[in-house]
């Protein structure tokens, strides 16, 4: 008799790596005769019950295994094995498996022993072990569910013995909470194999590791199975008595999805999208990181009239009337859009706006004309007239500083951006940790030509929706790297 200790699922390789740790006890006894002294020797018992023992293990059982034994040695297997159970507590599962030869006297099931030596059918019970030994067990622990699997229908090794000429083994009533398996129907007899396991048992050792199935279900496979290899030779039966559900293997959980990677990638911010790249560019979702980068990518740089949404310093431009959806501009409407876009002066935007308070380009106007408000001199209180001046063009260098939006942006300039800290969370949802107080040089290699090409995106007549998204500095550097590309980079 050998004790082999329960194997936690970490340590299973191949398909048992993601297997769970089972919250109730398994208990399991194996036994498997086949070097029999005075009947037909059996060639594959020993190895079937190898075979299960080590699935056992596999899906959590403590496992006992007993092989080619005599009467005495399995009596006491069983009764340790009942104490095993009663020990377990009500919540564990006892599950018991023999492979050997097994007979039927009188309707009552025995299990034979290597060591057996029957000449008159009476004696029986006294060189054998009766099946019902191992049920009387199970019911005195007081457990919930149990499993009974009996593979020992093999041809009767006592024919010569009077009054011992039935086949197979009975079947058996199965106690409250207790799971039946025979290798073969009652009365039939189950072969052994010819390729080192019984049909039976290679079925169910084929299936017990599939995840998720109740057992019920397994047992339907395993059947199926052996009725096509033995060409409907051979059908497994089960009786059933269980209250609860009981798989050998569970399902394996839903994955659970990374909530920085779906707050990413629902975010449809090209940005978000970069950063996440960056921070884990190896990652498990970095290819489809990058397959949602070129898309949005190609939608940035694809012309797209849709009005941003206007700062504070545009919205107080704006007339103030419930909003409405975005117009369709006709030509007069972007004919004159045009000529104020050409003109970049005040002027020009505000008649814009007063022609079309609701239009298509309402709220770039707007945007170009609260630019163009910032960086216009404030005017004298005693100055006399001045003439005409030329149009003002806001001229933006890549020192200067930003002198719009919060202080602490105001002060910075282009060149020093990246030496500061985000107003806003990189990707929603992003930790403070990872960003509050940290230089946008964490995660940004900012040189000045990448910033310069960053910035011909927002000076393109197809920037409106980039222009549109939140910046972690806010609209405000995104208004002053425009300005700073329709200067040059300068």
Same mark, same amino acid.
């Given at each position: 008799?050998?004790?082999?200790?329960?194997? /936690?699922?970490?340590?299973?390789?191949?398909?048992?790596?993601?297997?769970?740790?089972?919250?109730?006890?398994?208990?399991?006894?194996?036994?498997?005769?086949?070097?029999?002294?005075?009947?037909?020797?059996?060639?594959?018992?020993?190895?079937?019950?190898?075979?299960?023992?080590?699935?056992?293990? =596999?899906?959590?059982?403590?496992?006992?295994?007993?092989?080619?034994?005599?009467?005495?040695?399995?009596?006491?297997?069983?009764?340790?094995?009942?104490?095993?159970?009663?020990?377990?507590?009500?919540?564990?599962?006892? /599950?018991?498996?023999?492979?050997?030869?097994?007979?039927?006297?009188?309707?009552?099931?025995?299990?034979?022993?290597?060591?057996?030596?029957?000449?008159?059918?009476?004696?029986?019970?006294?060189?054998?072990?009766?099946?019902?030994?191992?049920?009387?067990?199970?019911?005195?622990?007081?457990?919930?569910?149990?499993?009974?699997?009996?593979?020992?229908?093999?041809?009767?090794?006592?024919?010569?013995?009077?009054?011992?000429?039935?086949?197979?083994?009975?079947?058996?009533?199965?106690?409250?909470?207790?799971?039946?398996?025979?290798?073969?129907?009652?009365?039939?007899?189950?072969?052994?194999?010819?390729?080192?396991?019984?049909?039976?048992?290679?079925?169910?050792?084929?299936?017990?590791?599939?995840?998720?199935?109740?057992?019920?279900?397994?047992?339907?496979?395993?059947?199926?199975?052996?009725?096509?290899?033995?060409?409907?030779?051979?059908?497994?039966?089960?009786?059933?008595?269980?209250?609860?559900?009981?798989?050998?293997?569970?399902?394996?959980?839903?994955?659970?999805?990374?909530?920085?990677?779906?707050?990413?990638?629902?975010?449809?911010?090209?940005?978000?999208?970069?950063?996440?790249?960056?921070?884990?560019?190896?990652?498990?979702?970095?290819?489809?990181?990058?397959?949602?980068?070129?898309?949005?990518?190609?939608?940035?740089?694809?012309?797209?009239?849709?009005?941003?949404?206007?700062?504070?310093?545009?919205?107080?431009?704006?007339?103030? +009337?419930?909003?409405?959806?975005?117009?369709?501009?006709?030509?007069?409407?972007?004919?004159?859009?045009?000529?104020?876009?050409?003109? +970049?002066?005040? =002027?020009?935007?505000?008649?814009?706006?007063?022609?079309?308070?609701?239009?298509?380009?309402?709220?770039?106007?707007?945007?170009?004309?609260?630019?163009?408000?910032?960086?216009?001199?404030?005017?004298?209180?005693?100055?006399?007239?001045?003439?005409?001046?030329?149009?003002?063009?806001?001229?933006?260098?890549?020192?200067?500083?930003?002198?719009?939006?919060?202080?602490?942006?105001?002060?910075?300039?282009?060149?020093?951006?990246?030496?500061?800290?985000?107003?806003?969370?990189?990707?929603?949802?992003?930790?403070?940790?990872?960003?509050?107080?940290?230089?946008?040089?964490?995660?940004?290699?900012?040189?000045?030509?990448?910033?310069?090409?960053?910035?011909? +995106?927002?000076?393109?007549?197809?920037?409106?929706?980039?222009?549109?998204?939140?910046?972690?500095?806010?609209?405000?550097?995104?208004?002053?790297?425009?300005?700073?590309?329709?200067?040059?980079?300068?």
């Amino acid at each position: 008799m050998r004790r082999l200790a329960r194997t /936690l699922a970490a340590a299973c390789s191949g398909a048992l790596a993601a297997l769970p740790l089972w919250a109730e006890e398994r208990i399991a006894l194996v036994i498997g005769n086949g070097a029999y002294a005075s009947v037909a020797p059996l060639d594959n018992a020993v190895t079937d019950a190898e075979l299960i023992a080590g699935r056992l293990e =596999e899906t959590g059982f403590d496992v006992t295994l007993v092989t080619d034994t005599g009467q005495i040695a399995m009596a006491r297997a069983v009764a340790q094995f009942g104490r095993d159970l009663r020990a377990a507590g009500s919540d564990a599962t006892g /599950l018991f498996y023999y492979a050997g030869h097994g007979v039927q006297s009188f309707g009552t099931n025995y299990l034979v022993p290597t060591d057996v030596a029957l000449v008159d059918a009476a004696d029986l019970p006294l060189v054998a072990l009766e099946a019902n030994a191992v049920l009387r067990q199970m019911r005195s622990a007081g457990n919930r569910t149990n499993i009974v699997i009996l593979d020992a229908c093999r041809d009767n090794p006592f024919e010569a013995v009077p009054a011992m000429d039935d086949n197979g083994l009975a079947e058996m009533k199965a106690p409250t909470g207790t799971f039946l398996a025979y290798a073969t129907a009652p009365g039939a007899v189950a072969l052994d194999g010819l390729d080192g396991a019984s049909p039976f048992t290679r079925a169910l050792a084929d299936r017990i590791l599939d995840p998720g199935q109740q057992i019920e279900t397994l047992f339907k496979a395993v059947r199926q199975e052996v009725v096509a290899a033995t060409a409907g030779l051979q059908t497994p039966w089960v009786t059933t008595s269980l209250l609860n559900d009981f798989a050998f293997v569970d399902a394996a959980p839903e994955p659970v999805e990374d909530p920085v990677w779906v707050a990413v990638r629902d975010s449809d911010d090209p940005l978000k999208v970069l950063l996440f790249l960056r921070a884990d560019p190896d990652g498990p979702h970095a290819q489809d990181a990058r397959l949602l980068l070129d898309r949005l990518v190609a939608a940035e740089t694809a012309p797209d009239t849709s009005p941003p949404a206007p700062s504070a310093d545009v919205a107080a431009i704006l007339p103030q +009337t419930p909003p409405t959806a975005p117009a369709v501009p006709d030509d007069d409407e972007r004919a004159l859009f045009d000529a104020a876009v050409s003109a +970049t002066t005040a =002027e020009a935007y505000r008649a814009y706006l007063d022609a079309y308070p609701q239009g298509a380009f309402a709220e770039i106007a707007a945007t170009e004309l609260a630019a163009l408000a910032t960086a216009a001199p404030a005017p004298s209180q005693t100055a006399e007239a001045a003439p005409a001046a030329a149009p003002l063009r806001v001229v933006r260098s890549f020192g200067t500083p930003i002198g719009a939006g919060p202080p602490e942006i105001a002060v910075l300039s282009i060149e020093t951006a990246v030496d500061g800290s985000p107003l806003f969370p990189p990707i929603e949802g992003l930790p403070e940790e990872l960003w509050k107080g940290q230089p946008c040089s964490t995660c940004h290699a900012w040189t000045r030509d990448a910033l310069c090409t960053q910035a011909q +995106t927002y000076a393109t007549a197809s920037s409106t929706r980039a222009l549109s998204k939140l910046h972690p500095y806010g609209g405000v550097f995104k208004q002053a790297l425009r300005q700073w590309s329709e200067n040059d980079c300068r």
